[in-house]
């Protein structure tokens, strides 16, 4: 397997909801990411998990939340989004921090009402 | 400052002929640079990944050459098909971080 796999591949919320983005990966990947990506925009790094840790908190509001339960899976919970937080959010993850493997998911693209 | 810029914006080709994108970059210190191809709502592709010491990489029909000397790298695609339309995005990784160009909008038409 080597693949990233996210879910839902779409997501449409309003600004009260609470929901979750899923991220998965079963290349005994250690380092896994969430990116950000505005329309014609390159990717902005949010966070980053190394060993199961977070690593990095790109200075990410409070209402993004992210949650690495076990090497294989990073979550993305989302409480009170701004029409702003409309965006493709990607998943990443690779063998070790910034290391070998570099492999992006498909994306969860993201609409807040 | 870390910036990769990319060039150009944007790129129209008719079917199959080649074309090459430009990415140059100030990033340092410098550890590798990575070639991503990247579908409208997709993830990011990685086509290539290159090293200080390599000069020259291919994937099929992509070729991407690194100059690290004047710290530039170039992507080029031979032949190319509609399937190739896509963004190009140049990422190169320096110390702890992953630096990205804003990307080239390739659109091959028939």
């Known amino acids: 397997d080597t693949e990233v796999t996210q879910t839902p591949k779409h997501l449409v919320m309003g600004m009260t909801n609470k929901k979750s983005l899923k991220c998965e990966q079963h290349m005994g990947h250690r380092a896994m990411y969430w990116y950000k990506q505005k329309a014609k925009k390159p990717p902005e790094l949010m966070f980053v998990?190394?060993?199961?840790?977070?690593?990095i908190n790109e200075s990410v509001p409070s209402r993004f939340s992210p949650e690495c339960p076990n090497s294989s899976l990073l979550n993305l919970h989302l409480h009170a989004l701004q029409p702003e937080d409309s965006a493709l959010y990607l998943c990443a993850s690779s063998l070790t921090l910034l290391g070998e493997g570099y492999t992006f998911g498909s994306g969860t693209r993201l609409t807040v009402v | 400052k870390n910036q990769v810029e990319q060039s150009p914006q944007s790129l129209i080709i008719l079917e199959g002929k080649n074309c090459t994108l430009q990415?140059?970059?100030?990033?340092?210190?410098?550890?590798?640079l990575r070639w991503y191809k990247q579908d409208t709502g997709r993830g990011p592709v990685s086509l290539t990944i290159?090293?200080?010491?390599?000069n020259t990489k291919s994937n099929g029909r992509y070729t991407a050459t690194l100059d690290a000397d004047t710290k530039q790298s170039s992507l080029h695609i031979t032949a190319s098909q509609l399937s190739d339309s896509a963004s190009y995005i140049c990422?190169?990784?320096?110390?702890?971080?992953?630096?990205f160009g804003a990307g080239t909008i390739l659109r091959v038409k028939s």
């Open positions: 290159m090293t200080f010491s390599e």
């Open positions: 990422v190169v990784r320096g110390g702890n971080k992953l630096v």
């Open positions: 990415c140059n970059y100030t990033v340092s210190p410098f550890s590798n």
């Open positions: 998990y190394s060993y199961e840790k977070l690593s």
